[in-house]
């Protein structure tokens, strides 16, 4: 059996208000941007609002300007630094997660039709047979 060992953030909720952020199970010994860690459990990191916004926004000017540049914005912007490596590192990363959702949800949806098709059609040869079943291997 295969274990994942990749550490993965949670999805905020999104409301009207902008975000809502949820404490995460600290797993490694690197503290990810954006979180901070309990005072009253080492082992629990605390989203840090102001910094996980800043990097929704930077996400977004990564169309237009480099790692490079978006990294030195963010860092200034939020008073954290956070590397260009380590920028591109952790964007990599959530798109390799939401592209392998979505591929899931896919074959989810042809798994659940394929399905439905292969009952259809035991259920007509089981009527063709009358009642009897059909010796299809």
């Known amino acids: ?4 060992k990749q550490w993965k953030l949670p999805v905020p909720d999104k409301t009207d208000d902008g975000y809502i952020w949820h404490p995460v199970v600290r797993i490694g010994r690197h503290i990810p941007f954006g979180y901070k ?7 629990i990191l605390l989203p840090i609002e102001e910094e996980l916004e800043l990097y929704e926004k930077a996400k977004k000017y990564l169309r237009q300007y480099s790692y490079r540049d978006v990294a030195n914005w ?6 954290r630094k956070i590397s260009h490596v380590g ?7 959530e798109q390799k997660r939401k592209t392998a959702a979505s591929n899931q949800r896919y074959l ?22 009358n009642g009897e079943a059909s010796s299809i291997s």
């Open 74 to 79: 963010l860092s200034t912007q939020s008073g």
């Open 108 to 129: 989810a949806k042809r798994y659940k039709e394929a399905l439905e098709k292969a009952q259809k059609l035991e259920g007509k040869i089981i009527s063709q047979g």
């Open 37 to 43: 860690q309990d005072p009253k459990d080492k082992d």
């Open 1 to 4: 059996m295969k274990i994942n």
């Open 87 to 93: 920028l591109m590192k952790r964007v990599k990363i």
